[in-house]
């Protein structure tokens, strides 16, 4: 399984970007998919999530509202779109999948075995 992120960049504060994760090597339906991010210093943080198989997604509670996570099964891609973008949101970004079914919420870093490779968001103020 291979993961790849692409998408970051500098904005402004207020400001949007999108992300997109590139998944290849094997059928994905049956996963969630996750962004996660880790600021300097930080530990890495859970962001957004889709269950691929039942389109069920989830977010922290700072990214709701204006955060969005997408799914495209035909191109095995997972955007993450990010409005109103504030210079807390400042991190590189990654996305992350694990083979799961059900309704259980993943947020936590370990329980996902797949990485791509992060990308930088920069939010200027």
């Known amino acids: 399984v291979q993961l790849q992120a692409s998408g970051g960049g500098l904005v402004q504060a207020g400001g949007s970007l999108r992300l997109s994760c590139a998944a290849s090597?094997?059928?994905?339906?049956?996963?969630?998919m996750g962004w996660f991010r880790q600021a300097p210093g930080q530990e890495r943080e859970f962001v957004a999530a889709?269950?691929?198989?039942?389109?069920?997604?989830y977010y922290a509670d700072p990214v709701k509202g204006r955060f969005t996570i997408s799914g495209d099964n035909a191109k095995n891609t997972v955007d993450l779109q990010m409005n109103s973008l504030k210079p807390e949101d400042a991190a590189v970004y990654y996305c992350a999948a694990v083979y799961g079914l059900g309704h259980r919420q993943r947020t936590k870093p370990y329980e996902y075995n797949y990485w791509g490779q992060g990308t930088q968001v920069t939010v200027s103020s």
């Open positions: 090597g094997r059928t994905f339906s049956n996963f969630v």
């Open positions: 889709i269950s691929w198989s039942g389109g069920s997604t």
